[in-house]
């Protein structure tokens, strides 16, 4: 027998209690007045948060026992359990996913070598194993009495996000602090959860910035969950609460699927294919110019009318989400009336360009509603980058190879047209309703240009431009125009949309479009 097997009775014991020893220490984080200080804030400490995220009794942890890598004085008597960042895999509603959940109540969450490690650890593990990665970020930034090792560790997450990018759904929760270069990891993430009034991002802090610029502001001014919401749109989804939020990534994933290689879940329906809605007839026949809101059209198409939106409180202009369509997963973009006529601006193309990449690298097929009056005319859109920031739109719905099915509700002008998944951009199925206006331009401008001398010279120009306006809606703007050219693949009834996208998605479930052959394209960024 070797030397190493024969152990002296008793050892076997005390390195048992060593690990139980261990395992409590770390378990206990910063220690309790911390995590005391962390619960007064109004916050979950990073296991209780992992407890409510996941399926019951599913975590399994990775490098609990990990200590700072490196040894700094001041490091000296405190309690740095698993060195501020809680790493594993669980369970979400029955399915593998990896997490890492950091803990404020080490040295602020904040991130040294070791911390970055774990991280990277999760990362690589959920790439290779193909499921999605869940960060919950609390954490004052690079730790810094680990310097150039924290910051270097950062740059090894930033590597991997990117990598794991298109690969695996990648989400961040931020439930804290997101300070400084740490806000782009979460950035270069898939989805952004922020809690109101608990979740904080900037790259630099009131403080710096009131020393820099002379500008006020706070926290929450700067970089709450609202500003980021709906100004930035840094942030996807805006909760009240971190149960919420939990509840939220939960149904997310409900949607997605574990990664590129997988198609997203099916889940059967009771809700016919065939179900006629005679909301949308209505809609279909109604003056064209009332505004409405999308999601009333939405829910009436989509399986049980649930939509789960994406993005709400960014770009109300266009609407972004996921959805079902006879239990198969789509993802939906819809211009909305309801804001701005459902005009396309930087923010909407912007926020659809991300949207539909992410649903073309995961297998998910798009159904686009369109009802668009053209792009939103304004000094601020063109100094702001209108024409490269829109060409992002375009070019996402160019470079998607997933199934495109599209239906024209009410109106389709201009460059829009183009844009919105027409056939010119590859759509598989372009659908119209009977009363749609696709046009270069409405009959108001188009009147005013073509018969300016006519109008000049009228005895009631009133009268003339009424009249022109009702030819040029006649003649220029049916969907008889675009169909009789096959741009159109078939006028429908407006309440057998439900019916006709389905089928169409079905035929396209077996689509497969060649990669092409170069390094990467070029999109504008
Ligand atoms: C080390 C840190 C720390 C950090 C906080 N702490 N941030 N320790 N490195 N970056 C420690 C505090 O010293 C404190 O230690 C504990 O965490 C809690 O912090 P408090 O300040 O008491 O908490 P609070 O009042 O809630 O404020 C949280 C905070 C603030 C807003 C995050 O701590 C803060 O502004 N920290 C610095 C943020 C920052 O500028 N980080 C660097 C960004 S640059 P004790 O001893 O009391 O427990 C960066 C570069 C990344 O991240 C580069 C990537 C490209």
């Not at 979400?92 to 911390?115: C, E, K, N, P």
């Not at 790439?127 to 930034?141: I, K, W, Y």
């Not at 003649?475 to 439900?498: C, K, M, N």
Request: charged share 25%; aromatic share 8%.
């Amino acid at each position: 027998m070797s030397e190493q097997l024969q152990k002296p009775a008793g050892a076997s014991s005390s390195r048992t209690r060593k690990l139980q020893e261990l395992s409590s220490l770390a378990l206990s984080g910063g220690g309790s007045e911390k995590a005391k200080a962390q619960k007064g804030k109004g916050k979950l400490l990073a296991r209780e948060r992992l407890e409510e995220l996941l399926d019951e009794g599913s975590f399994q942890e990775i490098g609990l026992l990990v200590e700072p890598a490196l040894r700094h004085p001041s490091y000296q008597g405190r309690l740095l359990g698993a060195d501020g960042v809680v790493t594993g895999v669980g369970k979400i509603l029955g399915r593998s996913v990896a997490v890492f959940s950091q803990d404020f109540t080490v040295l602020g969450g904040s991130l040294g070598l070791a911390h970055a490690r774990k991280i990277c650890r999760i990362l690589d593990l959920a790439r290779e194993s193909g499921m999605p990665v869940l960060g919950l970020c609390d954490s004052g930034g690079a730790r810094i009495q680990e310097g150039v090792e924290s910051l270097g560790g950062y740059a090894d997450i930033f590597y991997r996000n990117v990598q794991a990018s298109g690969a695996i759904p990648q989400i961040s929760a931020i439930l804290g602090p997101c300070a400084g270069g740490a806000v782009y990891s979460p950035a270069l993430t898939d989805f952004v959860f922020m809690v109101e009034k608990v979740s904080h991002m900037f790259i630099t802090g009131p403080e710096v910035l009131r020393a820099a610029t002379g500008e006020q502001s706070d926290f929450e001014s700067l970089g709450g969950a609202q500003v980021h919401g709906e100004k930035s749109g840094v942030c996807h989804f805006v909760c009240a609460s971190e149960s919420q939020c939990f509840r939220q990534i939960q149904e997310l994933l409900s949607y997605l699927p574990s990664s590129f290689r997988e198609r997203p879940p099916y889940l059967a329906t009771s809700d016919p294919a065939d179900r006629e809605s005679p909301f949308l007839e209505e809609l279909s026949e109604g003056d064209s110019k009332r505004a409405y809101s999308v999601k009333d059209a939405i829910w009436e198409i989509v399986d049980d009318r649930k939509f789960f939106e994406v993005h709400r409180s960014f770009a109300p202009n266009l609407v972004v989400g996921f959805a079902r369509m006879h239990g198969e997963v789509v993802g939906v973009v819809a211009n909305d009336p309801a804001h701005l006529a459902g005009a396309l601006d930087i923010a909407a193309s912007e926020k659809g360009a991300r949207f539909i990449r992410f649903c073309d690298a995961f297998q998910i097929p798009l159904l686009t509603l369109v009802d668009v009056p053209g792009y939103w005319p304004g000094v601020d859109q063109e100094h702001g980058g209108i024409i490269r920031r829109g060409a992002k739109l375009l070019y996402a719905y160019c470079e998607a190879t997933v199934p495109k099915v599209t239906v024209v509700l009410r109106k389709a002008y201009g460059g829009a047209y183009d844009v919105m998944a027409s056939k010119h951009v590859h759509g598989d199925f372009n659908f119209a309703w009977p009363n749609a206006e696709i046009a270069v331009m409405g009959p108001q401008g188009a009147v005013e240009i073509l018969y300016s001398k006519e109008l000049a010279r009228a005895e009631d120009p009133e009268g003339f431009r009424q009249k022109m306006r009702a030819e040029y809606l006649e003649h220029f703007t049916s969907p008889y125009q675009a169909a009789r050219r096959g741009y159109l693949d078939e006028v429908i009834l407006a309440r057998h949309t439900r019916k006709k996208v389905i089928a169409a998605l079905e035929v396209l479930q077996g689509k497969s479009v060649a990669a092409p052959g170069k390094r990467h394209a070029n999109m504008p960024l």
